[in-house]
Structures are given as structure tokens and as C-alpha cells.
């Protein structure tokens, strides 16, 4: 078996184009360390709708140019056998280590396949990337992003000519032709051939991020922003100068793109002391807002002042910032649907009813969320807002800023804050409290016993509240394909547990409803949803064995 290690190591070394992986997996070899070979050669980086996410490094389990090669190779096959040869690929990249060379080879593989290929023309948000693909009529889009895993990961996300993410069955067949995928020496790679994009592309792109915001509106809300050491902070300030703002005040120790993140632990603006410096920032210059990236501005963080926390900042939960756009958007008169997945807060829900709009559920992603038919807006927890489906089909973390910048600066010149039209929402609707256990491992075994130990034995309550039903995702409802999740729902509470896509995560969705008779309740019913939820954690926590 050691021998068959060896081999399979020594084959893959005579393909790898590239010479850091080839120089790391030869030490590995000349070493003899058959642990860490048999951890790379254990199968292979799977492809699925997240695409491909992982470690960088040497072997078929990591993330490399030997991987990305098979998986452009792949897509191109996909592609051609739909007849869509002569086709446009857009590609897009972050300013992770490897991602420039990622693109590169994506565009050398998709034009040897006889498919023409258009890279943007630096590192740029993956929004733009999603625009860009339909602006340019493209057959697919392809970014290379890890959006906001560790500094060691990356990440290659495909979109298909509609400008969404791709979904069932498109990631299986895709997977099907990577595998299909012969000796790399086969996969023609001219040295050129393709496109690089100029500054119209993203010029489009920041014409259009304008039509988010109403005709008029108050420009006037002061911000402090960071781009943990990703690529938002040029075009988040374009974008902002554009459309009237004042300029936002940089974070400067994490406003240039730096692949190491050397400032935080996780550069996702939910880890704990990865909003720090930009608290620090924000008590020197006293905005009305802090807003954040992530590394790839997907994604858009909130925080607002608070005095009653020690750093005087309060972030908002994705929930919170979801419905105070909804209401902000409601009270412009915006027609059509809105949209969520299943783990994000139904408040949505009670928002979108009351003002006579559509509202949907969906699985987990943003490649569900914007295939929404006659969708508005849409929301996910995980801090993803969809603010233009028109323009943008996933989340955007640049047009979502502005909206709150809009709605913040609308509420500043009736001497109000987002934190009194929270306290608004949940006179109207009722205190909709919600959190999340998230159990970060190293061993995968320990999310498939959690959930096959919920699934054999499943809690009858939690925190004292009755479950009154037990679903199991896998087998698919009414309204939702199957997926590897369990919902339960209680009296006055719901929660979701479901293996995270992405990360090495199980992830368990909390919600409770307090009903609020008047305003003089709040407090009461916030430190019984806060108690609820605490409770619901614990015995969940003790029921899953984790």
C-alpha cells in the first residue's frame, strides 16, 4: 500500500505544472511522510455547488493548478457537449495566494477548448464577476475566491449564462466531465488567445450599483469601513462617491488586499476580534455606521454605535440587517418577491405578508435564493444580501452597503437609528431573537455522528419548549429538493442544523418569537428571547454530542 502511495505521488509530481507544489510534494516524497501523502492522495477535491473550496498545496485533495486545470478542462467538456463552443467564459479573481494564476490557467484551458475567454483585469469583487456575466452575454463565469475562509484556502465558483451560481443537476455533470478528464499533457493551454477586460467592464458595473438607491434620497450617513485585507475598498469607495455619500473613513491596517490576513484569525466579519481594529477606528472618528467586506465583497457586515458594549459598537446580526432592508424597501413601494433560505430569520416572511409582496423559501445559497421567480430582494444570515437581482444574481456586498447607507441617512434626518427601527419591527411583528451554534472541527466524523445521532434520537424539547415536529431534510418536502439538514419546529421557536457547504463546520440555525405588547416590554422580552436561545443552545449542544 505504501508502494501504491509512492506511485500515485510520483504520477501526479511528473504532471504538476507548477513549480512550488512540484518542489513541496517531492520533499514529501524524498521524506518518506506517507501520513501526510495519504491525506492528499485520500481521493479527490470534490466539485459541487459550491464548486471546489480546500487547502492549498500539492496533491488531488488540495487546491493547485494540477486541480484547477482538470476542473476548467472539465467545464469547457460541459459546455461544448451543450453546443455552446465559440462561447464567452468570464473569469474573475480575489487577491488570494494563487488566484492570478488560477485565472490564468482557466483562460488558457477554456481557450484551447475552442471556447473564447475574458479575464477581468485585476483582482476585483466577486459581484462584479456575477455582473459581469450577464452584461457580456458570457455562456459562464468562473471566480477564484475562498471568499472568507483562512489565509491557506481557495476556491473556484462557477456560474452558468443566467448569472447564477450553479445548481443540481449542472454540478454533478460538471463533476462527471472532470473526472472524465484525461492526462494533463492532453488539455491543450495556449499561452494566449484570450481577453483581459478593461475598466469599462467594472465602470458598468458601478453605473449600475446607482440604481439601487431611490431618486433623492438623503446621502448624509458617516461610515468607517474595512476590507479585512480583501479587494472591496476601491470599488466600495467608487461606488459610495458616486452616489453622494461621504467618503467612508478606511480602516487603514486592513484597507489594502493582503493574502496572510495578518490582522485577524478569520478574515469573516462574523469570527470574534475580526471587527476590533475597525471599532477602534470607528471610536476615533464617531460615524453613524461601521460597514464591512469580506475578502471577495460578497458579503456586508453592519455595526452600529452602542454604548452599552464595552468597544461602544454593537454588530447586527445578518437577520437583523436582512429585515431592515426589507422595510426599507417596503417603504419605498417596491414590488415583486422576497426571499430567503430556510436558516435565515422568518420575520422576512411576516414583513413581505403584511405589505401584500411574495415571499419564498429556499435551500441554503444564493444559487437558490436568485432563481426565485420575480425576485426583489433576497437575504441569507450568513451577512448576503441581494439587493439587485436585476443587475447582480448573488449577493453583493457593495450594493448592499449602499442600501444601508441610504436607509441610515434616511433615518438620520428623522433623528433616528437602525437600532429604533429594530425596536419598530418588533412592535410590529413581535422580538424575532436568533443565533447559531457553530462547531468548527478537524475531524468531519464528528458532524455525520452529530447528525446521524439527531436523526436516531431527536430531542422532544428544547429549553423547556416542546418540539412539535422533527423533519428530516434529506428526504426532501413540499416546497424543498433534499439536503443534508434537520428542522424542528417548537412553540414560539424553530431551529435548523445542517453541515456547513464550505468550511469543516456543523451549524445549528436558532430562532425564537417573544411577543411584545408595547414598547416598555422590549427589554423584557430581548433578555427572555436572549435566555431562550441560551437554553435552546445548551440542549441542543447535549442532544447532537458535540
Not at 452616489?243 to 467612508?248: I, L
Request: hydrophobic content about 45%.
Amino acid at each position: 500500500m505504501q508502494h501504491d502511495l509512492i506511485a500515485q505521488a510520483r504520477t501526479w509530481l511528473a504532471e504538476d505544472p507548477d513549480p512550488e507544489t512540484r518542489e513541496e510534494l517531492g520533499a514529501l516524497i524524498e521524506a518518506g511522510d506517507t501520513a501526510e501523502l495519504a491525506a492528499r492522495f485520500a481521493g479527490t477535491l470534490q466539485f459541487g455547488t459550491a464548486g471546489l473550496r480546500g487547502e492549498l498545496g500539492a496533491g488531488p485533495m488540495r487546491m493547485n493548478r494540477s486541480v484547477v486545470i482538470r476542473a476548467a478542462a472539465g467545464l469547457a467538456a460541459y459546455l461544448r457537449a451543450r453546443g455552446q463552443e465559440g462561447g464567452l467564459v468570464v473569469i474573475g479573481y480575489d487577491a488570494r495566494y494563487k488566484s492570478a494564476e488560477f485565472a490564468h490557467d482557466t483562460a488558457s484551458v477554456m481557450t484551447g477548448a475552442g471556447l473564447r475567454a475574458a479575464v477581468l483585469p485585476r483582482p476585483l469583487p466577486t459581484p462584479v464577476l456575477a455582473y459581469a456575466v450577464r452584461h457580456l452575454g458570457a455562456v459562464a463565469g468562473v471566480e477564484v475566491t475562498a471568499s472568507h475562509n483562512p489565509p491557506r484556502d481557495n476556491g473556484y465558483k462557477v456560474y452558468l449564462g443566467d448569472g447564477s451560481q450553479i445548481v443540481p443537476p449542472a454540478d454533478a455533470e460538471i463533476a462527471a466531465a472532470i473526472a472524465a478528464v484525461g492526462p494533463l499533457a492532453d488539455v491543450a493551454r495556449p499561452e494566449d488567445g484570450w481577453q483581459t477586460l478593461g475598466e469599462e467592464v467594472l465602470d458598468a458595473y458601478l453605473a449600475r450599483t446607482d440604481a439601487v438607491l431611490a431618486d433623492g434620497s438623503p446621502r448624509t450617513a458617516r461610515t468607517v469601513y474595512t476590507a479585512l485585507h480583501g479587494v472591496g475598498a476601491p470599488v466600495l469607495t467608487a461606488a459610495f462617491a458616486r452616489a453622494g455619500f461621504p467618503a467612508p473613513v478606511l480602516v487603514a491596517e486592513q484597507a489594502e488586499p493582503d493574502p496572510a490576513f495578518p490582522t485577524v484569525a478569520f478574515p469573516n466579519p462574523e469570527e470574534p476580534g475580526a471587527m476590533d481594529l475597525a471599532f477602534a477606528t470607528a471610536r476615533r472618528a464617531a460615524p453613524d455606521l461601521v460597514i464591512a467586506n469580506d475578502p471577495d465583497a460578497d458579503r456586508c457586515a453592519v455595526a452600529v454605535p452602542d454604548a452599552s458594549t464595552e468597544a461602544g459598537w454593537r454588530m447586527l446580526r445578518g437577520d437583523e440587517v436582512g429585515a431592515l432592508l426589507a422595510a426599507h424597501l417596503v417603504e419605498r413601494g417596491v414590488s415583486g418577491v422576497f426571499a430567503e433560505s430556510i436558516v435565515s430569520s422568518s420575520l422576512l416572511g411576516r414583513i413581505a405578508r403584511k405589505a401584500g409582496l411574495g415571499h419564498e423559501e429556499t435551500l441554503t445559497g444564493f444559487k437558490w435564493i436568485a432563481r426565485v421567480d420575480g425576485l426583489r430582494y433576497g437575504y441569507e444570515e450568513a451577512l448576503g444580501y441581494c439587493v439587485d437581482p436585476e443587475g447582480v444574481r448573488d449577493k453583493d456586498g457593495i450594493t448592499a452597503a449602499l442600501l444601508v447607507a441610504e436607509l441610515a441617512s434616511v433615518l438620520k434626518e428623522r433623528g433616528r437609528t437602525l437600532l429604533d427601527l429594530l425596536d419598530d419591527l418588533a412592535l410590529a411583528h413581535g422580538l424575532y431573537a436568533t443565533d447559531q451554534l457553530s462547531v468548527r472541527v478537524e475531524d468531519l466524523t464528528v458532524i455525520a455522528n452529530a447528525m446521524t445521532r439527531l436523526r436516531e434520537q431527536p430531542p422532544t424539547a428544547l429549553a423547556g419548549l416542546a418540539v412539535t415536529s422533527a423533519e428530516d431534510l434529506s428526504l426532501g418536502t413540499d416546497a424543498l429538493p433534499p439536503t443534508d439538514g434537520l428542522r424542528y419546529r417548537l412553540d414560539g421557536a424553530r431551529v435548523i442544523v445542517r453541515p456547513s457547504g464550505t468550511e469543516p463546520k456543523l451549524k445549528c440555525y436558532l430562532e425564537v418569537v417573544v411577543p411584545v405588547a408595547d414598547a416598555s416590554k422590549l427589554p423584557a422580552a430581548r433578555a427572555r428571547g436572549a435566555e431562550l436561545l441560551a437554553g435552546i443552545k445548551r440542549d441542543l449542544a447535549a442532544a447532537a454530542g458535540i
